[in-house]
């Protein structure tokens, strides 16, 4: 509970409000005493009359609104960087981010964090083999736009359409012009029968995460597709369960393209059935928090995946184990699927 303040004429009860809320709310989050699954934010009545506690609940309902905490149906558009893309939203800020650490910073880093690189990551030279050599390709949760930015910049000549709900992304995705960007979930894609393929890189299929987001996904997807077009994604393999290392203990420090020193760290919140909800915590070097966010991925095993995709109208083409097109085996970190619209 909050120790009520009293308002004057002058004060603005939204800004008031919000900063006592939010420097409460960081000294539990670094004492890893706040989970947002669990934890609730709400006014109590005050003790006497002269505390107009009845002011308080609709600047609390307002500061949500915003998306300074979460609501346990509500869906906010960020991002998070075990996730390249959140094609639908599964990331949601519950410490307030205004003035601290903003989307557009949060979209810069993630550049810096996650380049498109064949240096750095083998699915790049993956995914650009199918897009290079497809007329109309279709990029599900294009973040920053980078896959696209790539091929372009590779001699892509044929049209180039990016996917995603984050406006932070879409903004730096924007910096080129020859590609079209459109924001919306995976499920708003609207096209009908335009493209040869769509992708969705970076584990960013994961974040859809009830069924029947899985379905509306998959079904607008293969809407979108040609006749025989192709469906390119990779998701974790639930068997490496790769959520036991997210956790504080291996925090890393990271630094901005302004130079800024961040500390970034990971916890995870729960794990029911199939469905991992965890936290990624930007810090500055000292552990002051600046940005919280709350993310759910789902982590699907083949069969599941291989029923969905039957279920939507695809035939699995392919299917490997890694990168490198290696085959799924018992020890397979990832589970990497080309299906084909019939």
């Known amino acids: 509970m909050l120790d009520a303040i009293r308002l004057g004429p002058e004060d603005d009860a939204t800004a008031v409000t919000a900063a006592q809320l939010r420097e409460v709310v960081q000294r539990l989050v670094r004492a890893g005493q706040w989970r947002s699954s669990v934890h609730r934010i ?13 002011r308080l609940c609709p600047v609390l309902t307002s500061t949500h609104r915003r998306g300074v905490w979460p609501a346990r149906a509500g869906r906010y558009i960020h991002r998070s960087s075990v996730d390249r893309h959140n094609p639908v939203g599964c990331r949601r800020p519950f410490v307030d981010t205004a003035g601290m650490f903003s989307d557009a910073e949060a979209a810069a880093l993630y550049d810096v964090m996650s380049p498109w690189d064949p240096a750095r990551s083998p699915e790049v030279g993956f995914c650009t083999e199918l897009v290079m050599t497809a007329g109309a390709v279709l990029d599900v949760g294009c973040g920053t736009g980078s896959m696209l930015h790539y091929a372009r910049d590779l001699g892509h000549t044929g049209r180039l359409v990016g996917l995603d709900p984050d406006q932070g992304m879409l903004d730096r ?6 590609i079209e960007w459109v924001s919306g979930v995976a499920a708003d894609a609207a096209w009908d029968r335009e493209f040869d393929l769509a992708t969705m890189t970076s584990n960013a299929f994961q974040c859809l995460v009830t069924d029947d987001e899985l379905r509306a996904s998959l079904t607008a997807i293969r809407t979108s597709l040609r006749e025989g077009g192709r469906f390119a994604f990779g998701t974790r393999h639930p068997q490496a369960r790769a959520w036991e290392s997210w956790n504080p203990s291996n925090a890393f420090d990271i630094e901005d393209a302004t130079g800024h020193k961040l ?10 059935g199939d469905v991992v909800t965890f936290t990624e915590t930007t810090a500055e070097r000292d552990d002051t928090v600046l940005r919280v966010d709350r993310t759910n991925l789902r982590f699907l095993d083949v069969p599941a995946l291989a029923k969905f995709l039957t279920e939507a109208g695809f035939a699995i083409e392919n299917q490997y184990g890694d990168w490198h097109r290696g085959p799924i085996t018992e020890t397979s970190r990832e589970i990497i699927t080309i299906a084909r619209r019939i």
């Open 263 to 272: 500390r970034m760290w990971h916890e995870v919140d729960s794990v029911v």
């Open 42 to 54: 709400g006014p109590a009545p005050a003790a006497g009359p002269s505390c107009q506690s009845t």
């Open 173 to 178: 995705a924007k910096r080129r012009t020859d």
